[in-house]
C-alpha cells in the first residue's frame, strides 16, 4: 500500500500558524518547571484557619515543537518563496508583453506611404499650361501629347500584368 497521505490546510491555520512565528519572536522561551508526580497540589492545606484544604489543578505540561508543523511551516515558506518569484516572472512578462502589443499596435496601424498616381508629372505640366494659356490653348500640345503616350503606356503595362 502507498503511504502517502493528505494534508489540508485551512486559512485559520496559516493564520496561526504566522501568529506563532510572531509570538516564538517576540517572546523569550520559557524554562519548563519540573514535573510533579502529583496531579493535584494542596493550597493552604493548614486547617488551623477553620477552612477545608483546597486543591489546585496543575497546568498541562507544554507541549514539544510538533514536527508536522515544523513541516507545514517550512511548506509555507517555501511557497512564500515560489510565490514571490512567479510575482517577479509575471511582472516581466507583462512589461515584455505590454511592449510587443505596443510594437505590433504601431506597426499594423501605420499609414503607407501613398503611391504617386502614374503620370503626375504629365498631368501637372499640362493643368499649369492651361492655365498660363488660357485663350491660345494649342499651344499646350505637346504636354497634352506626352501625357496621352504616358498614359497609353502605363494602360499597356497593367493590361499585360492582368493577363
Request: aromatic content about 4%.
Amino acid at each position: 500500500m502507498d503511504d502517502a497521505y493528505t494534508i489540508q490546510i485551512s486559512s485559520n491555520l496559516v493564520k496561526q500558524l504566522a501568529a506563532d512565528t510572531v509570538t516564538d519572536k517576540v517572546k523569550k522561551k520559557r524554562k519548563p518547571k519540573p514535573k510533579t508526580p502529583q496531579q493535584n497540589q494542596i493550597h493552604d492545606a493548614s486547617p488551623a484557619n477553620g477552612q477545608l484544604p483546597m486543591y489546585l489543578p496543575t497546568p498541562p505540561p507544554e507541549l514539544p515543537a510538533n514536527a508536522d508543523v515544523d513541516a507545514i511551516r517550512s511548506v509555507i515558506q517555501e511557497s512564500e518563496r515560489v510565490m514571490e518569484k512567479v510575482e517577479k516572472k509575471e511582472s516581466e512578462m507583462v512589461a515584455e508583453v505590454t511592449q510587443k502589443a505596443k510594437e505590433l499596435h504601431e506597426k499594423e496601424f501605420k499609414l503607407p506611404q501613398p503611391k504617386r498616381m502614374p503620370c503626375w508629372d504629365d498631368l501637372k505640366a499640362c493643368l499649369d499650361c492651361y492655365r498660363e494659356n488660357i485663350k491660345d490653348t494649342l499651344k499646350c500640345s505637346t504636354r497634352v501629347k506626352s501625357f496621352a503616350d504616358c498614359v497609353h503606356t502605363i494602360r499597356q503595362q497593367f493590361g499585360s500584368s492582368n493577363k
